[in-house]
């Protein structure tokens, strides 16, 4: 049976906090590649890789696709299960500061570019090495303040709606 198409573009909920943490891993990787070859073709690769992560999780990201079948189950073999929405909405920040880089690469502002993919490898890294996501935090704060309804992620404020670690 095939999937339709909306149901094909939906983000998972929950999601394997240590799949978030190797892809992060992975745009670390190509975001310092971006840096160094500073090529509106790479930072296209990297800011492609958010519209992919952003529509449907890793179904579509060959970043995702490797975290969620090779490195967490045959690596890491840790899960721990994590609200999906905040994660959309860092793989939503992502795309902002990867899309605004190339963009900024296609002008011929190749400095500039190099400079908010910096600042989203100082993001990736916090993610990827010591399991802080940026744009989850930022979600949380938006959430408190109203910006962000609770029924957008019940889950987040609702503990007892979490599923347990394994």
Known sequence: MSRSLPSALTFPNPV???AARATAGLVVVLAVVAVI?????V???LA??????????PRFSPFGRLSVHVIVPKIWRKTKLVPGPPKRFAQTIGLVFSGT???LSLLG?????????GLLIVAASLEAFVGVCLGCVAFGFLQR???IPETVCE???NLSLRQPAS
Do not use: D
């Not at 502002?109 to 993919?117: K, R, S």
């Open 16 to 18: 394997n906090e240590y």
């Open 145 to 147: 303040q109203g910006i």
């Open 48 to 57: 492609l890789g958010f519209v992919l992560r952003v529509m449907a999780g």
């Open 101 to 103: 880089a190339f963009v």
């Open 109 to 117: 502002f190749g400095l500039a570019a190099q400079i908010v993919v």
């Open 155 to 157: 889950a987040c404020n």
């Open 43 to 45: 930072y296209g690769l």
């Open 37 to 41: 070859v500073n090529s509106p073709i």
